[in-house]
């Protein structure tokens, strides 16, 4: 772990030895040396990945810093989880403004603690370097797999079941909670609904159930319909989502029965965190199976079928325009 | 790798796809999917190290874009040969302000290109941001050394030599001549040592050819007396460098030789991403060898000695003070 010169209150060296250092797992050497070392167990590959959060772009500057830890780590987590890896540990860098102090990182420090602790993961090192603001984050994680047993998005074939986890639109509502909208909610739906927003839930249990199962996934960051499309892109295959099968949370399903025009836009808006898979009709039960040991609700949503377009549709099987953001090609 | 909406010109989708997916290595996926894939050799394990640069803070915003990128490339690979490892593969987080067009990213993606190619690394991933500014750059490097066989920076013993690669004090000088010192200097010695500030030259090569010799290495990037601290502070011991001893360029010669005092602070000025190591004695020759045979000059330029104070001295052995910024404990 390297740290620069020139931070506020405790000293880069000694923000690493107080607050990161205790994080470390045995690969991280303690933080006292270059780099760091990873074992690999014979038959398994590493996955990795890099998620970075910018202050006022990716967060709110008024988010409490633990919970910007965790989203931090949690997003890189659910990038894992859509392979199917387990996740193992990950590296940090750190720019912060020197009015950021020690207080600020030490409830930064604390939110990948209890996160940690949750998903069996530690820190191998780090960079903490100033910056003239804004504060700007990124994490690098690194999970196993058995060879080959990796689930990618290349997979999907046309008469696959499409599936997600979880529920979608809980983040696109919280975000709009937390800038004040929706101000007639009950203060539980704005507290769920605020939540979901600040801190994703990764599906690293079903992910790693789905190997062998699932023929394509991936999580769902960009908005449902927008990360179908990338499966439907490298698959080369086109989809069918049915409106009415995504599903929503008690919260968001209160928010639909007054608006019911809004329904559309969760397939649209992104952040959810969830995982969105692609797998044959007849592993279906094992599916279901695989999904209530991670204890994770799931959801048959459409139908990949021939052809290259991702299409929204209602309950009476008619295309729902849903605008240039719903899938953009690239 | 991943993209966030809303930036200039290509949009993230097609930067990630024309600037950044021509990087990328087998195991990166062609960047279509959330993760990449490592594969670790039997009897290996992996090496892994992130650092960061802040437009502003750890570079200039007029460096040219090609010598940024093979910077950032750089000081992780320099931390990859302090452990003795073969560097691989890299993920790359980039925070981009709007104004930053395609033009600043074709000239930063073409000194990785460049990188790439010299040192046979390739990219597995990462993560396209936009930010307000400042523009900021993450990078994980990864490499691979035998298992047990990396060097690490707790191992030195007193009666160990103590030895550098290359010349210490360039960079120093570089960005003072960036800043416009030195203004009676050649040209061809403000182009070289404001071309060791840019560019340092990892020693990938020395550094695994030290693996069996070295007891203890990191590289010198706080600065020569700071780094030997830290590599005394982990093994629990002290050491003397000889400042006389310490390898100088025909550039930084010719300016000690009209300024004979500067010498001192290139002991403690950084950036100079060299191999500082120690080695028993008897060593020498296997050392010397190593370093012909990785076209890279190295000195011996003190000794490992019980105790905790590392000291430089002049020619007669009499203490030279540098100053707080000289090594600090922390």
Not at 162 to 171: E, F, Y
Not at 224 to 247: N, W, Y
Request: hydrophobic fraction near 45%; proline fraction near 6%.
């Amino acid at each position: 772990m390297s740290g620069s010169a020139g931070s506020a209150r405790l000293g880069e060296f000694g923000r690493i030895a107080r607050f990161f250092a205790p994080l470390a797992g045995p690969g991280g050497l303690g933080l006292t040396d270059d780099a760091a070392l990873v074992d690999c167990p014979p038959g398994h590959r590493l996955v990795m990945t890099v998620d970075a959060m910018v202050e006022g772009v990716h967060y709110l500057a008024s988010d409490p810093p633990d919970l910007v830890a965790r989203k931090l780590l949690r997003v890189n987590l659910s990038d894992l989880a859509a392979m199917g890896a387990r996740p193992k540990h990950y590296l940090l860098t750190t720019a912060l403004p020197q009015s950021f102090g020690d207080d600020w990182l030490a409830a930064f420090a604390s939110g990948l603690a209890e996160d940690q602790r949750l998903f069996g993961i530690d820190l191998l090192g780090g960079d903490s370097v100033s910056t003239p603001g804004p504060a700007t984050l990124s994490l690098t994680a690194i999970g196993e797999v058995a060879t080959g047993a990796e689930i990618r998005r290349g997979g999907a074939k046309p008469g696959d079941d499409v599936w997600v986890s979880g529920t979608i639109g809980d983040a696109y509502l919280g975000l709009k909670v937390l800038r004040g909208e929706y101000p007639d909610l009950s203060p539980d739906d704005r507290a769920y609904l605020a939540g979901r927003y600040r801190l994703p839930a990764p599906r690293t249990g079903l992910g790693a159930r789905l190997i062998g199962l699932a023929h394509a996934m991936q999580d769902v960051s960009d908005g449902l319909l927008a990360d179908l499309g990338h499966i439907c892109d490298v698959s080369g295959v086109g989809a069918t989502v049915s409106l009415p099968e995504i599903p929503l949370s008690a919260a968001a399903a209160r928010i639909t029965a007054v608006a019911p025009q809004i329904a559309a836009q969760f397939a649209t808006g992104g952040d959810d965190y969830e995982l969105l898979f692609t797998a044959p009709r007849d592993k279906a039960g094992s599916i279901k199976a695989a999904a209530k040991e991670s204890c994770v609700q799931i959801s048959r949503i459409g139908t990949v079928e021939a052809g290259t377009t991702v299409r929204l549709v209602d309950r009476a099987g008619k295309a729902i325009e849903v605008g240039p953001a719903g899938y953009r090609h690239f």
